[in-house]
């Protein structure tokens, strides 16, 4: 995975958002998989009967779930719930494929396009979905993923999608679609354009104006989508940045790749937030999903279904969307949101019309050809 440069202080790099560590695709994780091999006999997890541990031990992103409602759920089921965090899905993945069954977590939170390979190597054990009934409230669009199309091992946590965001006193004109973001950065935004720090990302822009599937493997699609990378990008890239808020209220951009919540956390900070739009691109991007799931020989079995239960369930919906800035998947939220009159809830919910339109990440072996084409770009910027 690539390095991750901050531009905000060292002290700050913390309140990043989760996303913000998301720099490409399982290397290390599908190396640790390899290494604990199909077959691997992994541990069982103790039976489930209804009768709550006194235990949870849940191992997450950093800072992404209310303390508020881990903290009712302790008071409410007389369970001591431990939290330890990771920083990318693939120091998840060598945890849990490493210890093979013994590393004493519960509750984990993969991203969706890294389960099939942790499916593939028995990392995840299977939902009682019977201790899970608020599952009846989930949105049927964050159900069912290509990754899990039972649902039979996880659950929507958070999902959000990629686009931009631009400053509308730099630039005059309307922006829709990708295409309209390339030529911008050759144009006005030279030189104060930032992309993801996020080889996937960077090459879906190229693809997607192309109107190649942004999970290609064909080698000649991603060849000519670098040549777009490298040739009409690059040049005019200032920075590779992981989190657009640090960007914006920097100053020194008008034009960033960003996902929807980080530039909604970025309105929410700069002093001119009038200035700023964000656009959910034409002809499509990415939606992402993280899930949550039961590690395979989780000690607390019953206390981990009553967790997730408690965390999808409509009355911690709110407060988890606003300490997180990500919708959950739970049916009516947009109605609940604007209810509790939250901020920037059209970067929150995009339509139906733009859901219908995203394609989600996909791990492949082509993902070593979007590391390579991000590396290339970066030193064509001189970034």
């Not at 499509?284 to 799931?293: E, R």
């Given at each position: ?15 990043l ?5 998301l ?18 006999k ?5 039976p ?9 031990n ?56 890294n ?31 290509y ?43 030279s ?25 290609t ?21 200032k ?25 909604r956390?970025?309105?929410a900070?700069?002093s001119?937030?009038e ?38 369930s ?20 947009a109605?609940?949101?604007?209810e ?44």
């Amino acid at each position: 995975m690539a390095d991750v440069h901050f531009l905000a202080p060292r002290a700050k790099a913390k309140q990043l958002s989760r996303r913000a560590v998301l720099a490409g695709f399982g290397v290390v994780g599908l190396g640790a998989l390899s290494a604990c091999g199909k077959t691997t006999k992994m541990a069982a997890s103790p039976p489930v009967d209804g009768e709550l541990e006194s235990k949870l031990n849940l191992y997450s992103w950093g800072d992404y779930d209310n303390p508020e409602l881990i903290d009712a759920f302790k008071k409410k089921f007389d369970v001591l719930v431990q939290v330890d965090s990771y920083g990318s899905n693939e120091e998840l993945v060598a945890k849990l494929s490493t210890t093979r069954g013994t590393s004493g977590y519960d509750v984990v939170v993969p991203t969706g396009s890294n389960i099939p390979q942790m499916l593939n190597h028995n990392l995840l054990q299977k939902l009682d979905m019977s201790l899970i009934p608020n599952f009846s409230n989930m949105d049927p669009n964050f159900t069912g993923q290509y990754f899990d199309p039972k649902n039979e091992y996880t659950i929507c946590k958070a999902w959000g999608t990629t686009g931009y965001v631009y400053d509308t006193t730099a630039i005059k004109r309307d922006l829709t679609s990708w295409q309209d973001f390339i030529d911008t950065a050759n144009n006005e935004a030279s030189g104060t354009t930032a992309l993801l720090e996020d080889p996937w990302e960077v090459t879906a822009i190229a693809l997607a104006t192309l109107g190649y599937s942004l999970n290609t493997e064909d080698k000649g699609q991603l060849d000519e989508a670098r040549a777009v990378v490298i040739d009409k990008m690059a040049p005019n890239v200032k920075a590779y940045i992981s989190n657009a808020a640090t960007g914006m209220i920097q100053g020194s951009f008008t034009l960033l790749q960003s996902f929807n919540g980080d530039a909604r956390q970025g309105l929410a900070e700069v002093s001119n937030p009038e200035d700023w739009k964000f656009v959910f691109p034409t002809p499509t991007a990415n939606l992402w999903m993280d899930n949550w799931a039961i590690a395979t020989g989780a000690p607390h079995p019953d206390s981990a279904h009553a967790f997730i239960n408690q965390m999808i369930s409509p009355e911690t919906a709110v407060a988890q969307l606003d300490y997180i800035g990500y919708p959950i998947g739970t049916k009516g939220l947009a109605e609940q949101a604007k209810e509790a009159d939250l901020g920037e809830q059209e970067l929150i919910f995009p339509s139906q019309e733009v859901l219908d339109r995203l394609e989600p990440s996909i791990q492949t072996p082509a993902d070593q050809i979007r590391t390579a084409i991000l590396a290339d770009a970066q030193a064509r910027s001189g970034a």
